[in-house]
């Protein structure tokens, strides 16, 4: 089985780039051959609708540049995969600029398909015996509606060139990725279900739904915290550009420890068995930043409230932003914090040795 991979990915260290990889894996399991082209770096003019590949030179561009090579891989290939991003609600212009100039595979004949959309015919039909396309992409939004231009462009393309589709790989809340410490095990799962796929299209020349559903198995529950992710990456990344330093890496780190993420998810990590009969009020205080948060637990339940000091609390807890970061992702002992006076505590200091217990850290 041959496999086509074609990439229009412009940012190397992007998420498209990297659930590609995984996919990439799974058919390295397989005996099927890949040929992996990035588009981006190949000569590809644009289409200027002239039809002289349907009337002077039928079958054959005006045009001597990349496609020459790419529509004869186009043809020799059994399955045709595509990863691009998600660039305005669809595919970026460059992965839309190869399959303009993939006019020359039609003849201009118009027919229907068999879901009575009307295309051209092909002109090849001996070398489209089972020939199928798919799509790999990744975009920003939390919701797969974001997807649906997508999806509609991708498979009126493979109507119109008379290919079965193999598989839609869609990885909404691209920004997530990084993120496994919060989500351990649902990252996990994302990235095994891409490589899967690639295995199973190596195997079977077909990615299974079952698969494709886990690959765009939701990170986070609510579109409020996804937001707040988002937010809170953007300013980050704001910042680096500003000092004309753009590190992926750093930005990440920054996120996992901004004292906003990291009390929406400790509070989100409520273990409803351990605090079934506990009733207290938990008030952090970061003093860097002048940002007060306060955790009501109530038999099983948790409200996180931002704001000003409340009326009364069991317990105060006083810390810089920094601090609380390394202690919450365990780069420093709350022992050693405490020891250090990084951390200061005001009440029943027994509540703060049952934070863990009380929010156990995700292990999914």
């Known amino acids: 089985m041959n496999i086509l991979l074609l990439k229009s990915i412009p940012r190397k260290t ?3 780039e990297k659930m590609t990889d995984h996919f990439k894996r799974g058919i390295a399991q397989t005996d099927a051959s890949l040929k992996e082209v990035d588009i981006l770096t190949r000569d590809i003019k644009l289409c200027k609708g002239c039809y002289v590949c349907w009337t002077k030179t039928p079958g054959r561009c005006i045009y001597r540049d ?3 090579e790419l529509l004869n891989d186009f043809l020799r290939a059994d399955i045709v995969m595509l990863a691009t991003p998600l660039y305005h609600y669809t595919m970026n212009c460059e992965m839309f600029r190869f399959f303009e100039r993939t006019l020359p595979l039609s003849i201009p004949t118009f027919e229907h398909s068999s879901d009575g ?4 015919g092909v002109r090849y039909p001996e070398r489209w015996s089972n020939k199928k396309i798919g799509l790999i992409t990744c975009g920003g939004f939390k919701g797969e509606e974001n997807f649906s231009a997508m999806i509609q462009t991708f498979e009126l393309i493979a109507n119109g060139l008379n290919l079965d589709i193999c598989g839609i790989l869609i990885r909404p809340e691209s920004y997530l990725l990084p993120f496994k410490l919060a989500k351990p095990k649902t990252i996990a799962t994302i990235e095994k279900a891409f490589e899967k796929a690639g295995l199973e299209l190596g195997r079977d020349g077909c990615i299974s739904k079952d698969t494709a559903d886990r690959a765009k198995t939701p990170i986070v529950g609510g579109a409020d915290m996804y937001t707040n992710y988002a937010d809170i990456y953007f300013d980050y990344a704001a910042k680096a550009y500003e000092k004309g330093v753009f590190d992926e890496k750093e930005i990440v780190e920054k996120v996992m420890k901004d004292p906003v993420i990291l009390m929406q998810e400790l509070a989100s990590y409520i273990d409803p068995v351990a605090t079934a009969k506990v009733r207290a009020i938990m008030y952090f ?3 860097d930043i002048a940002l ?3 955790l009501h637990i109530n038999r099983g339940k948790c409200e996180l409230v931002e704001g000003t000091e409340p ?3 069991d317990l105060l807890v006083e810390t810089d932003s920094k601090t609380w970061g390394d202690m ?3 780069d420093i002992h709350p022992r050693t914090a405490l020891m250090n006076k990084q951390i200061l505590l005001k ?3 027994g509540l703060f040795a049952k934070i863990d217990k009380y929010f156990p850290p995700p292990s999914d």
């Open 347 to 349: 009440g029943e200091k």
């Open 328 to 330: 919450f992702l365990r």
């Open 311 to 313: 009326d009364k609390y």
């Open 14 to 16: 992007g998420y498209t």
């Open 285 to 287: 205080h970061f003093t």
């Open 117 to 120: 959309v009307m295309k051209n």
């Open 66 to 68: 990349a496609m020459d």
């Open 292 to 294: 007060r948060y306060t």
